[in-house]
């Protein structure tokens, strides 16, 4: 059974930092295109970015809003995908998703930026 | 990249069909046969519905259907139920050559009456 657990979510001061975590089993993890999607409170689903597998050189990409803050990491030796999170805004607040972009999602961790 | 073009609402009775909409451009919808679609339930991780434009996963009810046209993909639920009462999202891949590889769509409310 595919599993994908997020962690590392919390509650953050603007312009501070933080580093989400996604635990992945039942899969070839190192095989596998790695993907954060992110949902603010009523609102729709947001691609954040991407990172490929090995055999395709580590490939990341990233949406417009969080280009230049935001960096997808991997570590197949752990099966884990990070999201380190910069320079966060108010407007980062949501519920991010690690998710294949298929069938497989992680249940979601809530990251709130404010004061 | 915007976000793919869904309308807010579409309601129907139970028993009907229902048709959402996806519109996107020539660089996304328009040029790969990618364009995958969720159902999202309050509180709930996405649920994939439709990949490839009109391929079922596994366990998925062939109530629902997807297609494409141009720049515009649909997905059509037959046979409305009330738990089909969702929020569903497309989502289109973008080209690997581009900045932004993948596009959801703004989300659509499917209420049965």
């Known amino acids: 059974e595919v599993q994908l657990v997020e962690s590392g979510g919390g509650l953050v001061q603007p312009g501070g930092s933080l580093k989400l975590s996604c635990a992945a089993s039942g899969f070839t993890f190192s095989g596998s295109a790695m993907h954060w999607v992110r949902q603010a409170s009523g609102k729709g689903l947001e691609w954040v970015g991407r990172i490929r597998s090995k055999a395709n050189s580590y490939a990341t990409a990233y949406a417009a809003s969080v280009k230049g803050r935001f960096t997808i990491s991997r570590d197949d030796s752990k099966n884990t995908a990070y999201l380190q999170m910069n320079s966060l805004k108010t407007e980062d607040t949501a519920v991010y998703y690690c998710t294949r972009l298929g069938s497989d999602w992680g249940q979601g961790t809530l990251v709130t930026v404010s004061s | 990249q915007s976000a793919l073009t869904q309308p807010a609402s579409v309601s129907g009775s139970p028993g009907q069909s229902i048709t959402i909409s996806c519109t996107g451009t020539?660089?996304?919808?328009?040029?790969?046969?990618?364009v995958s679609w969720y159902q999202q339930h309050p509180g709930k991780a996405p649920k994939l519905m439709i990949y490839e434009v009109s391929k079922r996963p596994s366990g998925v009810s062939n109530r629902f259907s997807g297609s494409k046209s141009g720049n515009t993909a649909s997905l059509t639920i037959s046979g409305l139920q009330a738990e089909d009462e969702a929020d569903y999202y497309c989502?289109?891949?973008?080209?690997?050559?581009?900045?932004?590889?993948?596009?959801f769509g703004t989300g659509t409310k499917v209420t049965v009456l």
């Open positions: 989502c289109s891949y973008a080209g690997s050559s581009t900045f932004v590889p993948y596009v």
């Open positions: 020539s660089s996304d919808v328009g040029s790969y046969n990618l």
